[in-house]
């Protein structure tokens, strides 16, 4: 997959476009942006301007890694070992994905899981963005 005008593209939660409490106007992809700046331009952020539907992203995913669709999605075990077993042990929540937090040895609670699983889903929808909102 490839597009016009720049080899560097960054995907990603829409939440990660707003301002940090108590840091002014920083956010997460600023620092992004700052970082690869020389790298980017007006057609890298592929971050959308809000985020999908959790229902509708779990069930799309989950159909696309079933083969639903004519998509073949080849993920190299040993390169992506991390990322599988994100896919393989996230939960299923009320909501959707069930984010389980844990706490380290210092006491500072971080989420377990689903981090790659998060990046995997937002590169896929935006790829397959014509089906994903042609499905239900």
Known sequence: FHDKG?????????SGKYNIAG???ASNFKDVKATLKSMLNNASDRVPK???SVMKARDFINRVLADKYAIEILID??????LIKDLATILLGKDGVHKEFIKD?????????SHLHDAFKYLIIWIFKDL????S
């Open 23 to 25: 840091k002014g106007d």
């Open 105 to 113: 040895k210092a006491g500072i609670s971080y989420q377990k899981n």
């Open 6 to 14: 720049s080899d560097i593209f960054y995907y990603g939660d829409a």
């Open 77 to 82: 075990d040993e390169a992506c070992a991390l």
């Open 132 to 135: 994903f909102k042609s499905v």
């Open 50 to 52: 809000s985020n999908p």
